[in-house]
């Protein structure tokens, strides 16, 4: 009598494990995609995931649902490990009934979700669905609320990563909307409100789902994704790495690995970066290289905003978050979706204790009609009140300019930076001196012979005064001039010196950011 009960248990785990058959399975793997099974596998340690619902059904009877029942209900959910530390885990199936999500389905994510906040532990969404299901009606639409509520709820408290992995459609994708991080795999994952169909309908437009809601369009012109992969494997261990720099939730600390390596020659790289001209470019990244742990830095929206460059790295083990102007790129200007970009990701690091790094070299903010009526002034003040907000260790790098508001918004001392340091290239000023020297000088130069040379003449008399970083030192607003080789040193001294920080903000049910 046992062994045929426990028979039966095997059997139907073995139907679980099946989900929408071989058949199906078959065709995902055609597809270049993994089933949902497959992905925890790749994504948690060896035989660390412990499945919870597995025997799960729908309740429905409608259109023929009370027909069709599959164990586990169209999503794998449980808890594992990675590296050793706790995740909670979701895996929706789109080989049971297209991944749709029903009540029972929605249930199942929720209830991780719960554990993931009591138990403080980052929550990953591995999406692969075709949206709610139709055929139960208005209370599919409820689990996804249901979901949202808690996406919200648990925003701050524990890291919430989304991987998209097939198709995430309608009220489907503001789930990873309100998470902290997105992944998308190229050409087999999409993200939109409405799809190709529906949009011609509508606009008339005629647009593929890739180029419409592709990885490589959300990573490029909407900025919706944060990072993208060419397979799920790939994909699967990129979310392995990045959680490594996390902490578990909002009242711990990043790991902090003791093994690290740094290349000695980099100091003598960091030298010869800084081109001999002002209004020549060159890649932050190679200064962000040669002052980190070696291999550490993972940018963050590499292929978006490209004039701010963001990203997690390590110094001396220690989890830093980078923020950077990218001279490389429209002179490293802040415009709308630079200061958003730096924004959300200062939001990021501040809500789970990540110390930020700045490195500047800002000539202002974009002008333009475009960038004005878009509303670059309250899109600007994202940036300015993330930093303003936030309470973590910051340490500001000014390397060339620093020019008018865009100086104040990236971290300066009076929005609360701990420490700023400037390298010898540092301009700080209200503006560069060419526009200054015509302002100031205006009518001296209208009146003068050759009114040319004496606009070079003011714009040469202006830089020596204002076009270096002594004035600001010599009022404290930056805490140090320092050469370049010494940047690393005295991040290391200034990040151990902050590492009991604590600051206390006024009492209040929250900040009004300008959305």
């Known amino acids: 009598m046992n062994m045929d009960r426990n028979e039966d248990l095997l059997k139907r785990r073995e139907a679980s494990h099946l989900g929408g058959g071989q058949a199906r399975i078959d065709k995902q793997h055609q597809q270049g995609k993994l089933s949902a099974r497959e992905r925890i596998t790749v994504l948690l340690d060896e035989n660390s995931f412990n499945e919870i619902g597995q025997f799960v059904e729908h309740r429905a009877t409608t259109f023929g649902l009370d027909k069709q029942h599959f164990p586990g209900d169209g999503v794998v959910t449980g808890y594992g490990t990675i590296h050793g530390r706790t995740v909670y885990v979701f895996s929706q199936d789109f080989t049971v009934l297209g991944?749709?999500?029903s009540e029972t389905h929605a249930a199942k994510i929720c209830r991780i979700m719960d554990l993931a906040m009591k138990n403080g532990a980052p929550l990953i969404g591995l999406n692969d669905s075709g949206g709610a299901r139709i055929q139960e009606g208005v209370v599919s639409l409820a689990g996804y609320a249901d979901i949202f509520y808690r996406n919200t709820r648990a925003s701050g408290v524990i890291p919430q990563i989304s991987v998209i992995m097939g198709p995430c459609a309608g009220g489907a994708v503001y789930s990873p909307a309100l998470t902290d991080f997105v992944f998308m795999v190229e050409e087999t994952s999409y993200m939109f409100v409405t799809g190709p169909n529906v949009v011609k309908t509508v606009t008339h437009e005629e647009v593929t789902s890739e180029d419409l809601g592709g990885a490589k369009a959300h990573a490029e012109k909407s900025g919706v994704n944060h990072f993208?992969?060419?397979?799920?494997?790939?994909?699967l261990k990129k979310v392995r790495d990045l959680v490594t720099y996390f902490p578990q939730n909002a009242?711990?600390?990043?790991?902090?690995?003791?093994?690290?390596?740094?290349?000695?020659?980099?100091?003598?790289?960091?030298?010869?970066?800084?081109p001999d001209s002002v209004n020549?470019?060159?890649?932050?990244?190679?200064?962000?290289?040669?002052?980190?742990d070696d291999n550490s830095f993972r940018e963050v929206q590499e292929d978006f905003a490209k004039n701010i460059v963001v990203g997690f790295a390590r110094l001396e083990?220690?989890?830093?978050?980078?923020?950077?102007?990218?001279?490389a790129a429209m002179a490293g200007v802040l415009d709308i979706d630079a200061s958003r970009k730096g924004a959300r990701f200062v939001r990021f690091c501040d809500a789970f204790n990540i110390p930020l790094l700045v490195f500047e070299d800002v000539p202002g903010f974009l002008p333009g009609t475009d960038q004005e009526w878009r509303g670059i002034i309250t899109h600007g003040a994202?940036?300015?009140?993330?930093?303003?907000?936030?309470?973590?260790?910051?340490i500001t790098v000014i390397t060339r300019k620093a020019y008018g508001g865009a100086f104040d918004v990236m971290n300066s001392k009076n929005i609360g930076a701990d420490l700023n340091f400037a390298w010898p290239t540092a301009e700080i000023a209200v503006m560069g001196a060419k526009g200054a020297a015509e302002i100031i000088f205006k009518r001296e130069i209208a009146e003068a012979a050759n009114p040319e040379e004496k606009w070079k003449e003011k714009e040469a008399e202006y830089a020596d005064l204002f076009a270096n970083p002594y004035r600001a030192a010599e009022r404290g607003i930056v805490d140090d001039v320092i050469l370049p080789q010494e940047t690393r040193a005295k991040l290391i001294a200034g990040f151990k010196m902050l590492e009991n920080k604590a600051e206390v903000l006024p009492q209040k049910k929250h900040g009004n950011i300008p959305l």
Request: aromatic share 6%.
């Open 99 to 101: 991944g749709s999500l």
């Open 228 to 235: 993208i992969a060419a397979n799920d494997v790939e994909c």
């Open 251 to 274: 009242n711990e600390l990043p790991p902090h690995p003791k093994r690290f390596e740094f290349n000695q020659n980099k100091l003598e790289t960091i030298q010869h970066i800084m």
């Open 280 to 292: 020549v470019p060159y890649d932050i990244r190679k200064v962000v290289e040669c002052v980190i």
């Open 317 to 327: 083990g220690r989890t830093l978050g980078v923020i950077a102007n990218q001279p």
């Open 382 to 394: 994202k940036l300015l009140y993330a930093f303003s907000e936030a309470t973590v260790p910051r």
